[in-house]
């Protein structure tokens, strides 16, 4: 049966709307490159990777040149295009970069329901996952530190506690504030302004987990089984999803780069420990077991506030298998939708890869 004249221009806009937004990636990730090349070859020049500032800096001045790179490409783009004609977003101003840059303001008067906001993310939803995989499958610290210090960058995994201290902050909060602003502040909220709501979460959600998944092209992945960078896989496009829930919520990034930085500070102390001889019963008890006394206090206090947070957010992520009025008309229209979805991800890594 030949599809109806309503049904191919549905199909046609859900791909336009997403091309448009591909075209715009596209344009930020090379921005992104060119400002990457200063921490991607000026370092190894500057600085002798042995040294104990050479992680710290690179990723310092990584999280720096990303973020610059996206809000000058913001630029650019609002003086090359003008995708706010068409568009299904209500929330679209003039400028994209102050858009972008409003996600980074924290309002007087905000900063402790912010700081609530990011200590609930830390202890409700980052800290128990973490802890349930390490618990579940302990071989998971191994294959990450094997990974991870293959790499010179990380290297302060395997050094003493004070150089791992202080190495592990400032790459963790400069980590964390690169793949916020990339996958979050940019790709989640400039989504928002494009197409549904739901894809401009899944799509970057997506794109968060795959990255995570590429762990699996390191040789050093050969060793191990397949599923173990497919956990990762799983948990961060779950931990992607809400964040990026979050994101498009309360218009503000601080909550969720705070409870990242803090989560892979967290983190890496359980992998310092296993590289260094200690047992995960041991960070168990006198790390995680107070961490998780600490969540289960926050569910207990906050557990209004939790509930009625889980329950928007169940029926945002419902929202995205049902017919958008926007731009669908049947079922059909939201498999297809789904399938462009996938597509679009997997796009953008690829572009990812190679650029960012």
Partial sequence: MEPSESESSSKKKIIVERFNFFLEVLIVFIVIFIFLLIPRSLIWLLINENSILFG?????????????AVLLALFIVNLL???RKGNISEEVELSPASEFLKLYSIPNGKVKDQLLNGVLILFIVFIPLDFLIYFLFPEMLQYTGVLLTSQKTDSYLLANYSIFLFSVIIIQ?????YEETLTRGYLTKRGRDYFHKMSAVIIPSLYFGFMHFIYYLNPLSKNYPIWWPFIWFLNTLFVGILLSIFILKKKSIFPVIFAHAANNIISAH???CYLH???FAIVTIYMYLPLLIVSAILFA???KKIKRALSNGLKFLKSYFKI???TERTKG????????DFLISILILIVGLFLV
């Fill in 56 to 68: 710290p800096i690179y990723y310092l001045t990584r999280a720096l040149a990303i973020f610059v």
């Fill in 81 to 83: 295009f003008d995708f």
């Fill in 173 to 177: 909060i400069s980590v964390s504030v």
């Fill in 270 to 272: 359980a992998i310092w």
């Fill in 277 to 279: 001889g200690i047992s």
């Fill in 301 to 303: 206090l906050q557990f």
């Fill in 324 to 326: 958008d009025k926007h």
């Fill in 333 to 340: 229209d939201v498999y297809f939708r789904i399938f462009i």
